[in-house]
């Protein structure tokens, strides 16, 4: 039987891919998208939905017999760090109400994303393994931590099966990141694309963990599909695709685009990145449930840039279209 989803925070840089590869696979009737504010192009199967608010959550689950929970909604770290009291009410109100309401409403399966911020001064930086000691230094990071072992506790205790990836950078063409310390590594694209010179705000060298959106979207997918008995790790597992320094990355964008600039003048979040791993080990994951990326520098730098490169002509050419109208 085909599940039925709800995925919290879905108007996001990840729901707004995630929705759609869910709807492609399991049907559009099937997915339940909510958010805080409903999208305009984007109703269908739409609940306007704070997942700090219990009761609503619980009268969604029950209106459609939903099955799966993908609780993608969260304040990322950057953000966090301007209020990190709210980030943690936040963030861990919305995921033990999922916890609560998948343990009462017997929920099959609970999607909770983590982050490579769960990392801090303890663990080492390079090829940082799954087990390392976790002792995050911003509000973001210490409520993904905290929330690693909620989901253990939920599994142990109740045998609530969730399940949960440590994404590093998430990088895409398809939507705006949301106020990440690795945002960047999307923004730069952007830049590079409409010719104009870009002021980075990390240091040149500082390496950091990223994965392709669609790697990332099928990291995900694979996970939730993945036997129960396979999945041994029920805090959160690495999960790697690629990583690089904002001047390696620069580097591979001249390749196509040679007369792109880019300045460095770090900001509060050099601080954040500094802590975090340069690169991680995911071999738990490869060995539990096959993880495997796909997307190496060359192809991501070529196709975040064909297919910005694409997104700006056709705004251009709709922009020309409503000026010649009016
Ligand atoms: P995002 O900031 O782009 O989107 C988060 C969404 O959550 C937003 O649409 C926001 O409106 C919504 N939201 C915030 N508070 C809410 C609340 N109380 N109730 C309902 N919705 C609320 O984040 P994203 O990049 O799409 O990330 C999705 C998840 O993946 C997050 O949990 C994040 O921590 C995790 N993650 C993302 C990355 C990344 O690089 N994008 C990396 C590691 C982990
Ligand atoms: C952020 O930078 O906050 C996110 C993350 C790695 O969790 N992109």
Redesign the pocket.
Known sequence: MKPIILV?????????VLIPALRNRYGTDNVIA????GRTDQEERFEV?????EDRMTEIVRRYGVTQIY??????SA?GEKNPVRTWD??M??FLNVLEVSRKERIEKVF??????VFGESAPLENTPNDAFLDPLTS?GIS?AAGENWAKYYFVKYGLDVRSV??????GYQ??????T??YAVEIFHYAVREQPFSCFLNPDEKLPM?FMDD?IRATIELMEAPKESITNRSSYNLAGLSFSPAELTAAIQKHCPDFRVSYTPDDRQNIAAKWPNSIDDSAARTDWGWEPEYKMEELVETMLTNLRKKYEHEKTRLNQLTAEV
């Open positions: 919290t925070g879905a108007n996001g840089q990840l729901g707004s909510s958010d805080l504010r939905l704070d997942a700090t608010d609780h993608l909604a969260a304040i990322l953000n936040v963030n109100q919305a909770y994303p983590s982050s490579i911020a973001y993904k440590r994404y590093p950078g998430v990088i939507s705006d990141p949301g106020g990440g690795t945002d994965i990332a």
